[in-house]
């Protein structure tokens, strides 16, 4: 396998992190995430972002050194054009399944913290009504169609998965788009 500089993307709870982390292990390759370069650490989470040039100039930083790497998440909404992408998958597995899954993860990781009157229910309320219109593009930030916007300006080969599949069934998948 060649060299490769893969983006694998998609809305909350679509399974982008945990296939990047995944693939990543298969392959030996480095892999990031794009919420570690977007909000600054706080608790309560997602206080602060990092500025467009902190986020760009953190992501050089990491992908610096090495030939092959992974980035899951998003980043087609930070004005960041210098870089290119030699594969992206997109994981676009439906509303319904992709906020099924964003509820429970998000009731794993704060507990009642997003419940009416703790310290996150507004941040979650209003976080989950966006998520709703992802696919949409209907509200203001990052969306899918957005998201295949940036991939045509810099990524050289994209493939959309438009089905919810199992982790290891998504591994080989994108081993095989890799080879091409």
């Known amino acids: 396998m060649d060299e490769f500089q893969l983006l694998i993307t998609g809305g909350p709870g679509s399974g982008a992190s945990t296939t990047g982390e995944a693939i990543s292990k298969v392959l030996g390759s480095p892999w990031f995430d794009s919420d570690d370069y977007f909000h600054k ?8 972002q990092y500025s467009k ?10 992908f610096a050194g090495s030939s092959s790497w ?14 290119v992408f030699s594969h992206a ?3 676009n597995i439906g509303t ?8 429970k993860r998000e009731r794993e990781r704060f507990g009642n913290r997003i419940d009416e009157g703790g310290d996150m ?4 309320a209003g976080f989950m009504q966006w998520a709703l219109h992802y696919e949409s593009g209907e509200l203001e930030g990052r969306s899918l ?4 916007l940036f991939l045509k300006s810099n990524c050289k080969c994209v493939l959309e998965i438009d089905q919810e599949l199992p982790l290891p069934e998504l591994i080989i998948l994108i081993h095989q788009f890799l080879e091409n």
């Open 41 to 48: 650490p706080s608790d309560p989470p997602y206080q602060e």
């Open 96 to 103: 319904q399944v992709r906020v099924n899954r964003l509820r």
């Open 145 to 148: 169609p957005k998201e295949r």
């Open 121 to 124: 229910y507004d941040e979650h």
């Open 53 to 62: 040039e902190e986020r760009s100039s953190l992501l050089h930083q990491s």
């Open 89 to 91: 998958v997109v994981l």
């Open 70 to 83: 992974i980035l899951s998440g998003s980043i087609s909404s930070w004005e960041i054009t210098d870089i």
